[in-house]
């Protein structure tokens, strides 16, 4: 499914809409996607923020709506920043294309097993966080703009050395 069919699906939702009438300060920070097998369908996970409660609230969307408890946020910032649906220019289909172009040009020995997908805001620019988990436990993190497809960093690290640094 589209990150923006997938909004809209959730907004139109009777779930999400009383929800929000409830949270109307909420806002939108993320999508999140985990892709295990490609034959399956996805399931979209969309993030509002809560500034007041310093929580976030995520939405399930694929063929049902499900709303997830609360939780209480990760973030190195102060602020998680708001993600602006108009930033949103391409679709993750081809980020996600860019970014395996990338490891296929420059990481062919690093076979992606599962693939995260994150849509968010960072340093105020909206942007495809995607990470593949490699069959050499290896995580590629490939990060692409949302407006123009192009790769603005690229970051490659051994599993290993994040379970040591961890310790």
Same mark, same amino acid.
């Given at each position: 499914?589209?990150? $923006? %069919?997938a ?14 009438? @409830?949270?109307? !300060? ?5 999508? /999140?996607? /985990? ?21 976030i609230t995520?939405f399930?969307?694929? #063929?049902?709506?499900?709303? @997830?408890p ?7 910032? %102060?602020? *998680? ?8 220019? *391409? !679709?993750?289909?081809? &980020? $996600?294309? =860019? &970014? ?8 062919? =020995?690093d076979?992606?097993?599962? *693939?995260?997908?994150?849509l968010?805001? $960072?340093?105020?620019?909206? $942007?495809?966080?995607?990470? /593949?988990?490699?069959?050499t ?6 990060k692409?703009?949302?407006? %123009? &497809?192009?790769?603005?960093?690229? !970051?490659i ?6 379970? =040591? #640094?961890?310790?």
């Amino acid at each position: 499914m589209k990150v $923006l %069919k997938a909004l809209e699906k959730l907004e139109a939702h009777s779930t999400y809409k009383k929800w929000r009438e @409830n949270n109307p !300060d909420d806002y939108l920070v993320n999508f /999140f996607l /985990f892709i295990h097998d490609p034959s399956l369908k996805e399931e979209w996970q969309i993030g509002y923020y809560s500034k007041e409660k310093d929580e976030i609230t995520t939405f399930n969307v694929g #063929k049902k709506v499900v709303l @997830n408890p609360s939780s209480e946020v990760f973030k190195k910032e %102060k602020i *998680i920043e708001e993600l602006d649906k108009k930033q949103i220019m *391409i !679709d993750y289909d081809v &980020a $996600l294309k =860019q &970014a395996y172009e990338y490891q296929q040009k420059n990481h062919s =020995q690093d076979r992606p097993m599962k *693939i995260i997908i994150i849509l968010q805001v $960072l340093n105020n620019t909206t $942007l495809y966080n995607i990470t /593949f988990v490699t069959q050499t436990f290896k995580t590629l993190n490939v990060k692409v703009s949302s407006k %123009k &497809a192009e790769i603005i960093s690229t !970051d490659i690290r051994s599993i290993m050395d994040l379970a =040591q #640094k961890n310790k």
